[in-house]
């Protein structure tokens, strides 16, 4: 297993390693990284697509709350994420925050799968 963390010149190589499925590619961090709109677009459409990214980093990315709900939601579809990583902030809308929380409880329920899965012979 392998995980990839991004650095300044290479956040468009890891959302390709995301859209492509790439199978030792279980772990994205892109903290620190300025995501763009079109950054933003790709992402969503590999995470929902991707059945191997276990965990996702988020944090310090400077994400407006749109575009962190557009990730969510495509969190949301994705049945093998287990843990993602979105700044929260004190003046977030409780909408958002509800949001998030029911991310969470997506991505626990994909743990449980996973691991009962991993019990099935």
Known sequence: MHSFMSHKSGKEDLIKLIEDNDSITITANFEL???????????VGAIKNNSHLETLSLNNCSLKSEDAILIVEAVMKNKHLTKVDIEIFENDSANFKQIINEMNHHLSLNKIDKHSSAFNI
């Not at 990284?33 to 790709?42: A, G, H, S, V």
């Open 33 to 43: 990284q300025q995501l763009n709109k079109m950054d933003i677009k790709k992402l």
